[in-house]
């Protein structure tokens, strides 16, 4: 209990020391101070506020409009601001520095914020992963036609192939790239909501040679990059490439009629352990070289994983248990003295949706069956008698059968776990693997930090030069998030720490994210105590011993979240 007279007013710190420390080693605040233009009569820079809100999309991103009070509760030095500017964090002003930032080079703050962060933490270069993913957005964004904004093109807030599976909602196109050593975002781009993802490798690669000074590194991506057109681009420009060919390519469906009648000469090339169970079996990885040959001459590899085999069968199994249970239910209904199908088409669309829903219909076929069944009625209402007279009606009645495809079903199973990467490197086929299905899927978590931690819908941002530029201000919060996680996750492989407990329950984490980071630091708060206006005490943060374990590792002391 405070005495009168006193005045005990307490401010969070949690992990905005540990963000400063990154956001000063990349230099960001020079870097938008130098890129971003501020109105001479602004009381608050532009470049200032847009650094605030970098540390917000960093800890927990909040809409523009509650940003002033998410603001309060923070030591205002550590935002970067004094206490009286705190008020100063409203949606129009945090808005006009948006602005201001869509106006600004961008594709040159972005290069010298990459080049820097690249050089300041020695980040490896020789290998690249790409994907992009949908940003989903609600509302109808009708003044993002992609026209030009102040003189700048901008985007095109559309409907597309949507990967939240929402297509009922606009979307942009995000496209990412990071670095193998660490997972650190090197580029990134946003496109139209009705971009094709195949369009956009040539670009991206061009801009990684750039980065890199030379074509010497590889770039992996999914099966949009396997085009002929872009990896033509990449090799005919020195470059490599790992990817996996899709299955419309005709070199798929070739060695698959050519397994059904001859063995390949697999070899074991590694064992990995389970995906989701400690203590399940391994999975055996076994490859070999296309017996075909790829008709453009690049290498074509296929390899089989035990796991794989047993979730296609599984899949396939529950996939044609599904549809026939379906179908059970949908031939009662049809057969029914109630039935509403009309005509063979009706019941054969019936049929069709069951077996794409559940995706079995490559192994079930049907066949519907017509006939006229014959209805009798008295034509007066009453009991009948032998002078009753009755009117017949004939009416259409329909039924199906099915049947299972059994040689397509047997010719699945002996292609049950296989998958065809391409490339046109040396590596060897242990190499090529761990290259994408060991590091690809990075990418995916680096998403999903994107979407689900950092929340980048832009909540109330209709104007689409304000959503460009949070979005840009995204990416720079990500490379934060990923220079925090690979900095620790460095320091615990050279000190040797397996594990640090930051799980609830002190529960071990072998692979610690910025987000779980951030919250072992979040109840870090700042306590001064006053009189009169005049302070009579401090009361700084005391680390606990795991949060000063997790600073050291950092390279920080924990006098650092102190003395501001």
């Known amino acids: 209990m405070v005495d009168a007279g006193f005045e005990l007013e307490t401010k969070r710190v949690g992990g905005l020391p540990l963000i400063n420390r990154f956001l000063e080693r990349l230099g960001v605040v020079a870097l938008f101070e130098k890129h971003v233009r501020s109105d001479p009569r602004a009381k608050v820079a532009s470049s200032r506020l847009l650094v605030v809100l970098v540390r917000n999309l960093v800890m927990a991103r909040v809409p523009i409009y509650g940003l002033g009070e998410w603001a309060e509760g923070w030591v205002p030095q550590l935002l970067g601001l004094e206490p009286d500017e705190l008020a100063l964090l409203n949606d129009d002003r945090v808005g006009r520095g948006l602005d201001r930032l869509f106006d600004a080079d961008r594709g040159a703050l972005l290069t010298e914020l990459v080049v820097g962060a690249v050089k300041e933490f020695k980040v490896d270069l020789e290998q690249f992963h790409n994907d992009s993913t949908s940003l989903t957005l609600h509302g109808e964004y009708s003044d993002a036609t992609g026209e030009l904004v102040r003189g700048k093109p901008s985007l095109k807030i559309t409907h597309g192939h949507n990967k939240d599976h929402r297509p009922d909602l606009k979307q942009l196109v995000w496209i990412l790239t990071i670095s193998a050593d660490g997972a650190v975002p090197v580029h990134f781009k946003v496109s139209d909501g009705n971009t094709e993802d195949s369009t956009t490798h040539q670009e991206t690669w061009d801009v990684l040679r750039r980065l890199v000074g030379s074509s010497k590194f590889l770039y992996v991506a999914d099966s949009k990059l396997c085009t002929r057109a872009n990896l033509r681009h990449i090799h005919e420009q020195g470059g490599t490439f790992v990817t996996i060919m899709p299955h419309t390519r005709k070199e798929d469906e070739q060695f698959r009629d050519w397994l059904q009648l001859n063995t390949p000469s ?11 169970l400690k203590e399940g079996p391994e999975d055996v990885f076994h490859a070999c070289a296309s017996p075909l040959p790829e008709s453009d001459g690049y290498r074509l590899l296929w390899f089989r994983s035990s796991h794989k ?34 005509s063979t088409a009706t019941v054969s669309q019936a049929i069709d949706e069951i077996l794409q829903k559940t995706g079995a219909e490559r192994w079930i076929a049907y066949q519907v069956q017509e006939h006229d069944e014959e209805q009798f009625r008295q034509e007066k209402r009453g009991p009948p008698g032998n002078d009753t007279r009755y009117r017949r009606r004939v009416k259409k009645r329909f039924s199906f059968t099915w049947e299972l495809r ?16 391409m490339t046109n490197s040396d590596l060897a086929p242990l190499q090529v693997l761990d290259a994408y299905k060991s590091k690809q899927p990075m990418i995916e978590k680096r998403h999903h930090l994107l979407k689900n931690v950092q ?49 609830p329950e002190e529960r071990d984490c072998k692979a610690p994210t910025a987000a779980r980071i951030l919250d072992v630091l979040e109840p870090l708060q700042r306590s001064v105590l006053g009189k009169g206006g005049q302070v009579v005490q401090r009361f700084e943060p005391e680390l606990s011993k795991l949060q000063r374990q997790v600073v050291s590792l950092l390279g920080m002391r924990p006098q650092a979240f102190a003395g501001h």
């Not at 090339?269 to 389970?274: C, G």
């Not at 059994?406 to 065809?420: M, N, Q, S, T, W």
């Open 266 to 276: 697999w070899e074991e090339i590694a064992r990995k352990p389970h995906a989701r």
């Open 309 to 342: 085999i047993e979730r296609d069968a599984r899949a396939r199994s529950d996939a044609i248990e599904s549809a026939w249970k379906k179908l059970i239910e949908l031939q009662a209904r049809v057969a029914g003295p109630r039935a509403r199908f009309q």
């Open 406 to 421: 059994k040689a397509l079903v047997e010719y699945d199973a002996r292609c049950d776990g296989i998958f065809p990467l």
């Open 455 to 503: 929340a980048a819908t832009p909540v109330c941002l209709k104007s689409v030069s304000r959503v460009e530029a949070l979005l840009f201000l995204l990416f720079v919060a990500l490379l934060v998030s990923a220079l925090i996680e690979r900095e620790l996750r460095a320091a615990m492989v050279a000190t040797g720490a397996e594990s640090l407990p930051l799980y």
